[in-house]
């Protein structure tokens, strides 16, 4: 055996695990044994899914998995190489070319993922001499993408376009580019960026306007197409970036906007360029999920629908879902002790749904994260608000 | 665990307001004899009646406090029984001594924190003795509250108080200001800055995973602001800085290994020090040497003032002089949590006007990244 003597190299990874596990900010994962599903099967539980990312229950529609199968038998388990080398495959730029169509910009472009695109293109759009307006709330993947450019920060308020337009005057005189960046449909909150006022402004300081569109795209919108489309601003965002992962029930990251962006990010982010390429099964599926949002619109109707449907019954319990206009539906309960209590107890009674506390949301703003299915029925959804009901109660929430 | 809390109260703090004295330092007969009444007792019993309520764990704290109206009364009045009495106080009438010796007692056994109900003036008895070595928590009940120890109100102090013992605030620093009573009630004001104190805050926390947060402390981000700084040294190599006072200004000195006066304003040159603590006149005359400077402040106490509080070297003449567009002004996130508004009273409504013009100011919250913040024209 080695005899350490200078240092003992792997001490902090158990220190720095232990310190996680003494304040309970470790990760418990769980285990799904049956896909994810209206009804999961949770840590060997079934439970009715409120909180994965699968709004329209894609990830087990027959057409996708189909495509997968009939992809893979084409072209294979793997793609064999990065996108920039010998990993372009023919299915790749197709799926490029309908996701194209179907978000009615000019180009499209398919990355690994959607943290992909965030840590790979912004660094690349900015630099020194230059400055990123973030709104304050943006995802972690935004602010690691930030974090890689030489540019300077401002941040605004949250969805604040008059506090935008006074760090944009300031940043006017001062920056060669500016960049505002700012998520779609924000995912602690389930509100909405004011894309249409983001852009008008941006357009008059001549600011170029990226939205991380995660958990819009194939949600909000004609037919799920997102947030260029939910306030009939196509084309006007200069970067529109999303996911495969979340609505489209696959996996990997987009954008969408001109030609000259999406030449100008393959051939900069380091990201696209180092990272092996999707399977042909992951495009097999992402190409199906396209088809299926613009042929059979039943999916994102019926998830707007329960999503109506689970608001209204649990404000009318007296719930404080907060400002959402989207399918997440926060529960805000406020104490962060009752907050894990209530997600502990709807497990135990068969319904899944996550607590989210500081300082991922404010100390006295706790509450538990509800994102809706498509696939949940009425019957499953009276399950659960039957559940919220009786533990709010109890716990004294309501 | 218990927590051991150490707390005073300053019996005739507050008195000389309602009288319209600004202030009982040394006219405590003057104010009795205008009709004034104790209000300190009525704001420390509020703070401990709302903490009992919002705390479900105050039955572990230990009180560690002082005879009679200094503490013990108030305390009892709650029904609050884990009291332990360090000090009792000479004679019917306490005085600015009472609150010092009661001081060096808490010294002998430090407690955790040591909550004082009292105004600028009470603050800065007890920093003159405590100095650094127990953070301090001020319940509101003075005249003039400029320190940065106070709560802003009885129930955000108990607020305070409560998350500090669920360990969900932490330590850092506080200006302790004071205002020459004799200058202000002649109607001069003359606030400065006096000290700086260990105080309890909000911690900062930055996120480093898609859902991760981690607290940083104060200390980290001003290493963030030092570099910050670094860079706009480095990019402006002909140019004057005025460093001005504070304990922020002062970190970002320390770190960058410039000489720095911490209750006054030094004219740095290519990160070497020009000139130590330089008064108005100085700085005028540096001017004329060095015509292209830049100002960095940090605002002071707990209103947020940049300018009009402290730093009153930086007459309007200087200020114009050297121009508004070159003031950087720095903070660390969990002062501006406390101080969301920023304020200056330079003394000369003109150029006062030209920065409500404006209405916001951008301040620099870490290395590159700054935010809008809310800037008001207002003499108190």
Redesign the interface.
């Known amino acids: 055996m080695t005899q350490i003597t200078k240092r003992n190299p792997n001490k902090f990874l158990k220190d720095e695990f232990d310190e996680l596990v003494r304040n309970h ?1 470790e990760w418990n994962i769980r285990i799904l044994e049956s896909g994810s599903k209206p009804h999961s099967i949770v840590n060997g539980k079934e439970v009715i899914m409120l909180c994965s990312n699968n709004y329209l229950n894609l990830s087990n529609h027959p057409r996708l998995i189909q495509g997968a199968i009939d992809a893979a038998k084409k072209y294979g388990a793997g793609s064999g190489s990065v996108r920039g080398i010998a990993g372009t495959l023919k299915i790749h730029t197709e799926v490029e070319k309908r996701l194209a169509k179907f978000k009615r910009t000019e180009s499209s472009l398919i990355y690994q993922t959607g ?1 992909a695109v965030n840590s790979g293109l912004i660094p690349q759009l900015v630099g020194e001499g230059d400055v990123v307006i973030s709104d ?1 709330l943006n ?3 935004i ?1 690691d993408g930030v974090r890689l450019t030489k ?6 308020k949250h969805r604040d376009v008059s ?1 935008l337009e ?2 944009l005057k ?1 940043a006017d005189k001062k920056y060669r580019r500016i960049l505002i960046i700012s998520d779609g449909v924000f995912s602690m909150d389930g509100d909405i960026a004011p894309m249409d006022k983001i852009v008008k402004l941006a357009n008059e300081f001549g600011a170029m306007t990226y939205v991380d569109d995660a958990h819009g795209e194939g949600v909000i919108g004609e037919d799920g197409r997102g947030i260029g489309a939910h306030f009939h601003i196509e084309g006007k965002i200069d970067v529109e970036m999303g996911t495969f992962s979340k609505a489209f029930g696959v996996v990997g990251g987009l954008i969408a906007g001109s030609q000259d962006l999406v030449n100008f990010a393959y051939n900069k982010s380091r990201t696209w360029l180092l990272s092996g390429s999707h399977p042909p099964a992951v495009s097999g599926a992402q190409l199906a999920a396209i088809d299926v949002l613009e042929t059979e619109p039943e999916h994102v109707r019926r998830l707007w629908d329960n999503t109506k449907y689970f608001k209204k019954e649990l404000n009318s319990y007296g719930f404080n879902t907060g400002g959402s206009e989207t399918p997440i539906t926060p529960v805000i309960v406020g104490d962060a002790g009752k907050a894990k209590e209530l997600s502990n107890k709807l497990y135990d009674e068969g319904v899944f749904a996550l607590p ?1 506390v500081f ?2 949301v404010a ?1 006295d703003k706790a509450r538990i994260r509800t994102m809706m299915n498509a696939g949940l029925t009425k019957k499953d959804l009276d399950f659960a608000l039957d559940k919220f009901e009786k533990l709010g109660k109890q716990l004294s929430i309501i | 665990m218990s927590v051991k809390i150490g707390f005073i109260v300053n019996p005739i703090a507050g008195m000389g307001g309602r009288v319209g004295l600004k202030g009982t330092d040394d006219v405590v007969d003057k104010a009795v004899k205008l009709g004034a009444h104790p209000i300190a007792r009525l704001k420390a019993e509020e703070m401990l009646h709302e903490f009992s309520a919002i705390s479900v764990n105050h039955h572990d704290v230990v009180w560690v406090t002082c005879d009679d109206d200094m503490g013990k009364n108030e305390l009892e009045a709650i029904g609050i029984k884990n009291i332990q009495i360090v000090y009792a106080p000479k004679g019917s009438r306490t005085s600015a001594n009472d609150t010092k010796n009661a001081c060096k007692k808490f010294l002998e056994s430090p407690p955790d924190l040591l909550v004082f109900c009292g105004g600028d003036g009470t603050a800065r008895d007890i920093f003159t003795i405590i100095d650094k070595k127990i953070p301090l928590l001020g319940i509101p009940a003075g005249v003039k509250m400029h320190s940065g120890v106070f709560g802003i109100t009885t129930n955000a102090t108990a607020k305070m108080l409560q998350e500090f013992i669920n360990k ?1 605030l932490t330590v850092g620093d506080a200006e302790i200001m004071d205002l020459d009573e004799e200058l202000y009630r002649k109607g001069e004001w003359k606030v400065r800055l006096y000290g700086i104190a260990k105080g309890i805050i909000e911690p900062t ?1 930055i ?7 981690e ?1 940083v402390s104060d200390d980290e981000v001003k290493d963030e602001l030092a570099e910050h700084v670094n860079d706009e040294l480095e990019k402006h190599k002909d140019w004057m800085f005025l460093f001005c006072s504070g304990g922020t200004i002062d970190s970002i000195a320390k770190k960058l290994n410039i000489e720095h006066t911490l209750l006054g304003i030094d004219a740095i040159y290519q990160k070497t020090l020009l000139a130590k603590d330089v008064n108005e006149e100085q700085i005028l005359q540096l001017l004329k040497k060095y015509p292209k400077t830049k100002i960095l402040l940090s605002p002071i106490g707990a209103q947020g003032f940049i300018l009009g509080r402290g730093n009153l070297q930086l007459s309007p003449e200087v200020i114009n002089k050297i121009g508004i567009e070159n003031i950087i002004v720095v903070a660390t996130p969990s002062k501006l949590i406390h101080t969301p508004i920023l304020r200056v009273d330079t003394g000369d409504k003109r150029l006062d006007h030209r920065f409500t013009n404006q ?2 100011l ?1 301040v620099v919250i ?1 290395y ?5 913040v809310k800037l008001q024209t207002n003499s108190f």
């Open positions: 900010l943290f304050e995802h972690g993947s602010i540019a300077d920060r401002a941040i605004f506090d006074r760090v300031d989210i300082p991922m100390r | 969900q926390y996120q480093v995973g898609k859902t991760c947060f607290s209405g916001y951008m870490g590159r990244l700054s935010r809008v």
